[in-house]
C-alpha cells in the first residue's frame, strides 16, 4: 500500500481553517477549470470545500471524493447533500485505485501531496488511474525554505520547488501541460509568522488574508503572473 497522509495521525487543523477561505479556494477551482472533465476524482476532500466547487461545475457527471479522515469524512457527509453524481469514500486513495484504472478524466491533489511520504507511488496512481490524456490537477506548499514547524505539524513532509514538481511528473509518464506559482505576497507574512514567530494558522487570519488579499493578488496575477509563490499548481497530461 501506498503510505499517504492517512498513515500517520491526521491533523486537520490546515483544512479547518482553510474551510474560511472562499475566495481561495474558489480561485484555485477556477485555474484548473479548463481541464475538469467527465469523470473526476477528488483525493484527500477534508470537509467538502472544494468538493462542492467541482460540484457546480456542469461537465463533471461522476466525482468520487476521498477522504482518510474519520473526522473529517463525517464533516464531508454532513456538508456535501444527497447528489446522484458524488460518491464519497472514507478511504487512502491507494486502498481503492483499482477500481479507477484508465477511468477518469482529471484528479485532483489540491493541498494533498505535501502529506504523502512516497510521492512517487502516489504520482504513478494517480498515472493508472486516468485515461489517456487525463489530467492530474496538483496544488502544493512551495519552497522548501518556507517549512516550519506549523508544516510539521500537520503532516508535511515537503514543500516543493518548481523544477522538482515538474521532474516528479515528466519521470512518470506525464506531459507537464502547465506550471506556476502562486501567490507572491504571502511569502514574507508566511516567513515572519510561520518560521520565525513558530505561529500556527488560525481562523481569523485565513479570513482576514481571504477577503482583502486574495482578490489583490488574483488581480495581479491576471497582469503579470507571480516569478515565485509560497503554493506551486501544476497540471499535467497522462502520455
Given at each position: 500500500?501506498?503510505e499517504?497522509?492517512?498513515?500517520?495521525?491526521?491533523?486537520?487543523?490546515?483544512?479547518?481553517?482553510?474551510?474560511?477561505?472562499?475566495?481561495?479556494?474558489?480561485?484555485?477551482i477556477?485555474?484548473?477549470?479548463?481541464?475538469?472533465?467527465d469523470?473526476?476524482?477528488?483525493?484527500g476532500?477534508?470537509?467538502?470545500?472544494?468538493?462542492?466547487?467541482?460540484?457546480?461545475?456542469?461537465?463533471?457527471?461522476?466525482l468520487?471524493?476521498?477522504?482518510?479522515?474519520?473526522k473529517?469524512y463525517?464533516?464531508?457527509?454532513q456538508?456535501?447533500?444527497?447528489?446522484?453524481?458524488?460518491?464519497?469514500?472514507?478511504?487512502?486513495?491507494?486502498e481503492?485505485?483499482?477500481?479507477?484504472?484508465?477511468m477518469?478524466?482529471?484528479?485532483?491533489?489540491?493541498?494533498?501531496?505535501?502529506?504523502?511520504?512516497d510521492?512517487?507511488?502516489?504520482?504513478?496512481?494517480?498515472h493508472?488511474?486516468l485515461?489517456?490524456?487525463g489530467?492530474?490537477?496538483?496544488?502544493?506548499p512551495?519552497?522548501s525554505?518556507?517549512y516550519?514547524d506549523?508544516?510539521?505539524?500537520?503532516?508535511?513532509?515537503?514543500?516543493y520547488h518548481?523544477?522538482?514538481?515538474?521532474?516528479l511528473f515528466d519521470?512518470n509518464?506525464?506531459?507537464?501541460v502547465?506550471?506556476?506559482?502562486?501567490?507572491?505576497?504571502?511569502?514574507?507574512?508566511?516567513?515572519i509568522n510561520f518560521?520565525?514567530?513558530?505561529?500556527?494558522?488560525?481562523?481569523?487570519?485565513?479570513?482576514?488574508?481571504?477577503?482583502?488579499?486574495?482578490?489583490?493578488?488574483?488581480?495581479?496575477?491576471?497582469?503579470?503572473?507571480?516569478?515565485?509563490g509560497k503554493?506551486?499548481?501544476?497540471?499535467a497530461?497522462?502520455?
Open positions: 500500500m501506498t499517504s497522509f492517512s498513515d500517520n495521525v491526521y491533523i486537520g487543523r490546515d483544512l479547518e481553517a482553510m474551510s474560511y477561505a472562499e475566495n481561495y479556494n474558489k480561485w484555485i477556477e485555474l484548473f477549470s479548463p481541464y475538469i472533465g469523470k473526476v476524482a477528488e483525493i476532500a477534508g470537509t467538502g470545500n472544494l468538493t462542492r466547487l467541482l460540484l457546480a461545475n456542469d461537465l463533471i457527471s461522476e468520487t471524493a476521498f477522504e482518510p479522515s474519520s473529517m463525517n464533516y464531508l457527509t456538508n456535501i447533500d444527497s447528489n446522484k453524481k458524488v460518491t464519497l469514500i472514507n478511504s487512502i486513495f491507494s481503492s485505485s483499482d477500481m479507477h484504472l484508465n477518469l478524466d482529471s484528479i485532483f491533489y489540491i493541498n494533498v501531496l505535501e502529506h504523502v511520504k510521492d512517487i507511488a502516489e504520482v504513478n496512481l494517480m493508472n488511474a485515461n489517456v490524456d489530467y492530474a490537477c496538483v496544488f502544493v512551495a519552497l525554505w518556507l516550519s506549523f508544516d510539521k505539524s500537520i503532516g508535511h513532509f515537503r514543500r518548481k523544477d522538482q514538481l515538474i521532474q519521470s509518464g506525464f506531459e507537464v502547465t506550471v506556476k506559482h502562486i501567490d507572491m505576497l504571502g511569502i514574507l507574512p508566511w516567513y518560521v520565525l514567530m513558530k505561529r500556527v494558522l488560525d481562523q481569523n487570519t485565513t479570513k482576514i488574508y481571504d477577503r482583502f488579499i486574495i482578490p489583490i493578488i488574483r488581480i495581479i496575477d491576471k497582469i503579470a503572473p507571480s516569478p515565485i503554493n506551486l499548481l501544476i497540471v497530461k497522462k502520455k
